[in-house]
């Protein structure tokens, strides 16, 4: 049998007539690089954002092609649009159907039932699994989850990230990671790694700055592999970056990982703070323990001053905290070098670790482990503080 290339598959491709029929997907260069790897194909219909959802057959189709070819076990294909800077990606649509590949997995992690959460099969060798949420983007997320885990990891824990913002992932750049990840035997991936921290993200397999246009089960399925199918070895505690909002991905962690708790992230104003309660609201709902709330942005020191301004507002966060009854876990401000460190990909845990802000981000690991030794039951790994 002819060796499975990738010249095969794009010939194969060929017979995909583009959407308005002026010639085939791969003549009129809609085809992203095609990744094969262990029988399975990975490429991406490149399409304008807008017409994502009336494109989609036209995915189904080139899937359905590639399927057909001697020797594919499987295959992955998304439509990705590139989007003008700022500009949002369509919302997925939750769908009814089987995601579009299987990841071996299946009867490990269907949704649990309510008040079931041991029924949630856990990933081996992890302790806990922390999700950082936020109801609304824009609040620095991504920036407290870095910090979050480099400041576990300075606690003495063993840490891994999993970036779970299929949309916009942010961790290769967060982190100064580049390259791709390896894979060994059974499709198994192994985790790229920085600063002493395990990390998979979906930024280490399509390029920086292509958006990701996928449906509902696409995103479950993508999320499951990431989080299953990589090689973390032992690990104390696993951060879960994820992407803002209360969607497909929140609800798949949710509902089919055994989540020891979630953090939330807010800025002081009541915009934030109502968009906070959502998240707030969805993790209540699917029996995941809110373990406390950051207010991120809480305050900005002037770098040539040092004076402080509460341009946003101030409090707020701590104020929802103590109404609803979940802990406060610490105000970080608005400062030049976490914006600099986070860009440089050398986040302020790292790159200044006597700092001041080193020291809130350390302060506020210690108050979330805490929480998860004491929502646990489980002897949990000392930490040491020098």
Do not use: C
Not at 366 to 386: C, H, L, M, N
């Amino acid at each position: 049998m002819t060796e499975l290339s990738r010249d095969f598959v794009v010939e194969a491709l060929k017979g995909i007539r583009g959407p308005d029929l002026d010639g085939n997907i791969v003549d009129l260069g809609m085809v992203s690089d095609v990744f094969i790897s262990d029988g399975k194909v990975y490429f991406s219909i490149n399409v304008p954002a807008e017409r994502a959802q009336e494109l989609e057959p036209l995915r189904q189709a080139a899937e359905r092609t590639v399927k057909a070819i001697p020797g594919v076990k499987g295959a992955v294909v998304s439509l990705t649009a590139e989007r003008k800077q700022g500009s949002a990606p369509p919302p997925p649509r939750p769908q009814a159907a089987a995601p579009a590949h299987g990841h071996g997995h299946g009867h490990n992690h269907g949704p649990a039932p309510s008040g079931q959460q041991k029924t949630k099969a856990g990933v081996p060798g992890i302790d806990a699994i922390i999700a950082v949420a936020s109801g609304k983007g824009g609040v620095g997320k991504s920036t407290t989850s870095v910090n979050l885990a480099l400041a576990l990891k300075a606690n003495g824990l063993r840490v891994g990230i999993l970036d779970a913002d299929v949309y916009g992932p942010s961790m290769p750049r967060l982190l100064g990671i580049t390259g791709r990840p390896q894979q060994i035997e059974n499709r198994i991936i192994v985790p790229m790694e920085n600063y002493g921290i395990k990390v998979m993200s979906m930024g280490f397999l399509v390029d920086e700055g292509t958006a990701m246009i996928w449906r509902g089960p696409m995103v479950q399925s993508a999320l499951m592999q990431m989080l299953r199918e990589v090689a973390w070895g032992d690990l104390d505690v696993l951060v879960v970056d994820m992407p803002p909002g209360t969607g497909d991905a929140q609800l798949t962690m949710a509902q089919q990982v055994p989540l020891s708790g979630a953090v939330i992230v807010s800025t002081p104003q009541d915009l934030a703070l109502i968009d906070a309660r959502k998240g707030l609201n969805m993790f209540n709902k699917v029996e995941v323990p809110v373990l406390g709330i950051v207010e991120n942005m809480s305050y900005f020191i002037a770098p040539d001053t040092g004076n402080r301004y509460d341009i946003f507002g101030h409090g707020g966060a701590k104020t929802e905290a103590e109404t609803i009854g979940v802990p406060f876990l610490g105000e970080v401000p608005l400062t030049i070098s976490i914006r600099e460190t986070s860009d440089a990909g050398t986040p302020v845990v790292v790159s200044e670790p006597d700092g001041p802000q080193a020291k809130i981000y350390r302060d506020i690991a210690t108050k979330v482990w805490e929480q998860v030794k004491a929502r646990s039951g489980r002897a949990a790994p000392s930490i040491v503080f020098e």
